[in-house]
């Protein structure tokens, strides 16, 4: 069975950072691009980052280009997202995503910035 | 804004169809294949449809999807309760390279 596990969020002073995390299971993660989506509250969603299978491409919506790094280590199944600088925009629930698709999600982990 | 255009409420009683639209444009929807998510309440988002007409396995076949040009449908018939939940399309956009999403239909059943 397919499975994504987010975790890392928490409560943030704007200008903070935190480091989010997905760990995968049931399928071979190092051949799918993978995928962070977010949704603030009560808002749609919105693709934030994606990350090519070797790592070696990585884009990103403009709004957090320069704060947000996407990252993967194969080795562990896991996809990361460091995010810096957050601002109360970014305030959401945060989604790995598997493949061009987003065919699997995971249960998302909430990111609350503020002071 | 979302640059896909969905109408933001829809609604239908037991037993209906009802269809959700998708508007975009030819650097999105023209160019590129349609996918629909379902969203029930407090809940991650499902995959419902991909590529403009196909279901995964596990989703009724009372969910079709279609496209036309720059637009696309999601089609549900024999409405049920349980289908009352969020809906959004999603197109690939180039400037992207990524999902663009549409900015979500909330569908209740009466």
């Known amino acids: 069975e397919v499975q994504l596990v987010e975790s890392g969020g928490g409560l943030v002073q704007p200008g903070g950072s935190l480091r989010l995390s997905c760990t995968a299971s049931g399928f071979t993660f190092s051949i799918y691009w993978m995928n962070w989506v977010r949704q603030a509250p009560g808002k749609g969603l919105e693709w934030v980052a994606n990350?090519?299978?070797?790592?070696?491409?990585?884009y990103y919506v403009d709004s957090v280009k320069g704060r947000f790094t996407i990252s993967r280590d194969n080795a562990k199944n896991s996809l990361y997202l460091q995010i810096n600088s957050l601002r109360a925009e970014d305030t959401a629930v945060y989604y790995c995503a598997r493949g061009s698709n987003y065919a699997y999600w995971g249960q998302g982990t909430m990111v609350t910035v503020s002071s | 804004q979302s640059v896909l255009t969905q109408p933001p409420s829809a609604s239908g009683t037991p037993g209906q169809r009802v269809t959700i639209s998708c508007s975009g444009s030819?650097?999105?929807?023209?160019?590129?294949?349609v996918n629909w998510y379902q969203q029930l309440p407090g809940t991650a988002p499902k995959l419902l449809i991909y590529?403009?007409?196909l279901r995964p396995s596990g989703v009724p076949d009372r969910f079709s999807g279609s496209k036309s040009a720059t637009s696309a449908s999601l089609a549900i018939s024999g409405l049920q309760s349980e289908d009352e939940a969020d809906y959004y399309c999603a197109a690939w956009s180039d400037s992207l390279n990524g999902r663009l999403f549409g900015g979500g239909t909330k569908l209740t059943v009466l």
């Open positions: 990350i090519k299978p070797d790592g070696t491409e990585k």
């Open positions: 030819s650097s999105n929807i023209g160019n590129y294949t």
């Open positions: 590529s403009n007409n």
